[in-house]
């Protein structure tokens, strides 16, 4: 690999690190945040989910933005803007500020995203392009190991007042770190003269924007406040149908829309986009679930209730690391091996959950934790590798940002669910059967994608470019 492309890769994984270990660290400092600032369950789902939800949002305008314009100042300033909203929700005197403070970090995180996926397309082929995937994924292990470990020792060490402001803070050092170091050695965009004229499609972004957010309103409005609940779902479908005759018209005017036909029309994509869709907000929503049970129903310490989660990812790391290996060997097979796996797993943690004692609870969840960590790591990377292969040449950043605004609005949605459902006391089990059930899809998903001989082997069908 040449040592440039060595050095942007490097300047990807801390960027990487810096936004997953702010995820990784706050669910421990949920419950803090909650009785110290005195936030509503609704501004709680607001501060859990809305980072998932403008994080989703701005990814397809900022993949289309880097593949037109170069990704090195869009790279830039999303981290930036990251940074600096930390600092604002470490501050925050009120709940509502820090939910703010979060919906512009998801922000600019979906501002840097795209153009990490798009470096990597346009750096990497073949089984470099999966190593790089699998670094980062890597990466998103060990932040994940640090970031509950942190969260719960800075709340153990200096208490709930200030400790959650503290883990807030977390990602601030890293980020300050980070923006000189992509300012200094990612590569230029492309000269003034060179870069291309392109259209962001706001309409069809506000669209798939109202679709979300009337899904999610139902979750997250306090009783009696708003529509009727039944309502929420119906205006869903509606912009939903508004969003498809729009898309039709504006890509049959020679313009690139929001879901690009190229890749609605490519088996492999979807099917892999959904895939990737079920499995990621199971996995969030699943740790989230965990976190606030340990803490909430059995009255763990946040350092207590983070034990349990630092076997899962051990296993992401570990296996991540390795699963360049598993897409060259077995190609998609491998991912719906790994996605059997995985729903075994979550199904063997609601056993757990509902049978073992407290006194053997740590080692039970430790195990099944490491299983289901495993099982995610042997398989995102591989799954993104198979389904970004699908991308049209020059549409890069606009293929990873599909990708991944559907991962972020299913997060936002199962997020909002699963902690309605915690927060007004319901069983875990009904709250984990929701991330099973998330789970099943996503191995069928990626299954039905086994019918296709060339997506079995591990290769994708040619995707034809379109204008």
């Not at 409005?221 to 018209?249: C, D, K, Y």
Request: proline share 6%; aromatic share 6%; net charge positive.
């Amino acid at each position: 690999m040449p040592r440039r492309n060595a050095v942007a890769l490097a300047v990807c994984l801390a960027a990487a690190f810096t936004t997953l270990i702010d995820q990784a660290s706050l669910n421990t400092a949920i419950p803090a945040l909650r009785d110290e600032l005195g936030a509503s369950p609704a501004t709680l789902q607001w501060i859990i989910a809305g980072y998932s939800l403008t994080f989703g949002l701005a990814m397809v305008p900022a993949g289309r933005l880097g593949d037109a314009h170069g990704r090195k100042w869009l790279f830039v300033g999303g981290m930036s803007l990251f940074t600096v909203a930390g600092i604002v929700a470490g501050t925050a005197g009120e709940a509502w500020v820090v939910a703010v403070a979060r919906l512009v970090q998801g922000a600019g995180a979906g501002i840097v995203n795209p153009q990490v996926y798009g470096i990597f397309q346009d750096l990497f082929a073949g089984r470099e392009r999966a190593r790089a995937l699998s670094a980062y994924a890597t990466v998103g292990g060990v932040a994940s190991v640090l970031g509950p470990l942190a969260g719960g020792a800075v709340l153990g060490a200096v208490g709930d007042d200030l400790g959650w402001r503290l883990v807030l803070l977390l990602n601030v050092p890293f980020g300050l770190i980070t923006v000189p170091l992509a300012i200094r050695f990612l590569p230029d965009g492309p000269r003034p003269g060179d870069a291309r004229r392109t259209t962001l499609d706001l309409p069809g972004l506000t669209l798939l924007g109202a679709v979300t957010l009337c899904l999610l309103l139902p979750f997250v409005l306090p009783a009696g406040q708003g529509l009727p609940t039944v309502a929420w779902p119906l205006i869903a479908v509606a912009a939903l149908g508004a969003l498809a005759w729009w898309e039709r018209r504006y890509a049959r005017s020679g313009r690139t829309p929001v879901l690009m036909p190229e890749l609605m029309r490519s088996r492999g994509f979807s099917l892999g986009t959904l895939s990737a869709m079920f499995q990621f907000g199971a996995s969030l929503s699943a740790n989230l679930v965990l976190v606030l049970h340990l803490q909430d129903s059995l009255g763990w310490t946040p350092l207590q209730a983070a034990v349990p989660l630092i076997p899962a990812a051990l296993g992401f790391a570990a296996a991540s690391s390795q699963s360049w290996r598993l897409v060259a060997r077995f190609g998609r097979a491998g991912v719906v091996g790994a996605l059997a796996g995985a729903v075994l797993t979550t199904g063997a943690t609601i056993l757990v959950v509902h049978t073992v004692p407290q006194s053997g609870l740590v080692l039970a969840l430790s195990l099944t934790q490491l299983a289901s960590g495993a099982a995610t790591g042997a398989m995102m990377s591989p799954n993104q590798a198979l389904t970004l292969a699908h991308a049209p040449a020059g549409a890069a950043g606009l293929a990873g940002a599909c990708l991944q605004v559907s991962q972020r609005i299913s997060a936002t949605l199962s997020m909002a669910a699963v902690t309605g459902i915690m927060v007004a006391g319901s069983e875990v089990t009904g709250a984990l059967t929701i991330c099973l059930a998330m789970m099943v899809a996503a191995a069928a998903c990626s299954a039905l994608d086994l019918r296709s001989p060339r997506a079995a082997a591990g290769t994708p069908d040619p995707v034809p470019v379109g204008r």
